[in-house]
């Protein structure tokens, strides 16, 4: 009876449930040019958006014809005294491979240089696609891995590290920009342009219905009554898929694990599983490594042959005793505040749900999501000392190398991202569900608020 009903309406075009706090509503097209919010934590869930397909397209082709003289040709050319040093991306990740940091080249190799190329090309295969009307089998699988790449590219946050070398390096040496310093900003403006540009809701609908996109009332009528019982998606047995978004029934027949959605291929779950052990485990790792990473030297650097090691906080110091007030501050930002504040606030979400006390959930939420937004910048730092470690290297005057702290840096980054990716912030609004398990207003009222955009 139950899932007769379930068929007989057609859920995932009808209701919406927010990914972050589970609420289940009506889905409702927001007004031009505005946005339709969640009213339980805010999470923007629906927005108006034109030609995102021509647009996406446009701007992935754009960016694929400027990666490959931006990652080839020389960035930054060094000069003093009569030496100089040139190089493209590729040899300054090389730098890092000669001195035996693999996994630090291949954090840099695969953030800079792969998934950019990756990402941009799958988008262009998406849009081509749905461009020309051709639906082939595993279209709904490639968009899902674009989806997943987006916060594994980090080449603006590479461009900041080349802003700060030069203005670092600005006064002791000579410093020409090259061809491929232009391409690579090009590149970073086209791909973060190529990320607007997709509006994730009409891509997967498109991809579902096979070139017929969704006709969503503006306005409903408020006099319906909404068939569920319970408030979020799970309290009624259905699931919200993790990566597209899309509400399906959770069939009682098929084990846990084992139910895939039917429009992107993901596995179903009413919640991530193991979320708050995984997350536990990963914030534990991630404060173990902020003690090697910020104590142990992390650069070498040779004045005439006379060696020195500085830590991160060395490193702030220098700028900050130079006046450099500005880069002192952003590199003390993303290297220590930022994954202090993420290990403490990932804490801080986990304890909520440890001692059972559902308050602050609204700005919490915000607060993970700010999280999970700003993972990646930390990696700044990195990006800095892969730069100068290859550009400044005139021998007899100085020469900076990279230490052991950075292999640690990388991997305190990289377990406060994957945190960020196995948190759940459902099982936190979980808490109230459990308090007031009928609370039908919200599904019924008239509580897809729009939003100023
Ligand atoms: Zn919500
Ligand atoms: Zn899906």
Known sequence: MKHHFYNAIDYNTQFIACPDCDLLMHKIRPPDDRKSACPRCGRVLLQHCRDSVTRSLALALAGMCLYFPAVLMPLLTFQQLGLHETGNILQTIMKFLDRDYYFVAAAVFFSVVIFPLLKLSLLATVALCLRLRKYPPHLG???????????????????????????????????????????????????????????????????????????????????STSP???????????????????????????????????????????????????????????????????????????????????????????????????????????????????????AIVLLTIKLNRPRYLRQKTAMFRFIAFIGRWSMLDIFVIALLGFFVNFGFFSSIETAPAATYFCLMVVATMLAALTFDPRIMWDLLSSEKPQDKSAITGETLHGTNS
């Open 228 to 346: 569920f019982a319970n408030l979020t998606a799970a309290g009624n047995s259905l699931a919200v898929c993790s990566d597209c978004d899309k509400l399906s029934p959770v069939l009682n027949s098929m084990p846990e694990g084992q139910q895939r959605c039917s429009r992107c291929g993901a596995v179903l779950h009413l919640r991530k599983p193991a979320s708050i052990g995984r997350t536990w485990a990963l914030i534990i790792a991630a404060a173990l490594f902020l003690y090697p990473a910020n104590f142990l030297p992390i650069m070498r650097v040779e004045f005439f042959g006379i060696p020195s090691h500085s830590t991160i906080l060395d490193g702030i110091i220098l700028f900050f005793q130079d006046g450099s007030y500005v880069i002192g501050l952003i590199i003390l930002t993303a290297s220590i505040l930022v994954p202090v504040f993420k290990i403490v606030g990932l």
């Open 141 to 223: 699988r490639l968009f899902r891995i674009y989806n997943h790449l987006g916060e594994w590219v980090m080449v603006e946050v590479y461009l900041l590290g080349i802003v700060i070398t030069v203005i670092k390096m600005l006064q002791t040496v000579e410093i020409d920009f090259n061809i491929g310093f232009f391409c690579f900003t090009g590149l970073v403006l086209i791909t973060m342009a190529s990320s607007l540009a997709v509006c994730r809701e009409s891509f997967w609908n498109l991809i579902e219905n096979k070139g017929k996109s969704d006709s969503l009332p503006v306005q409903r009528d408020t006099a």
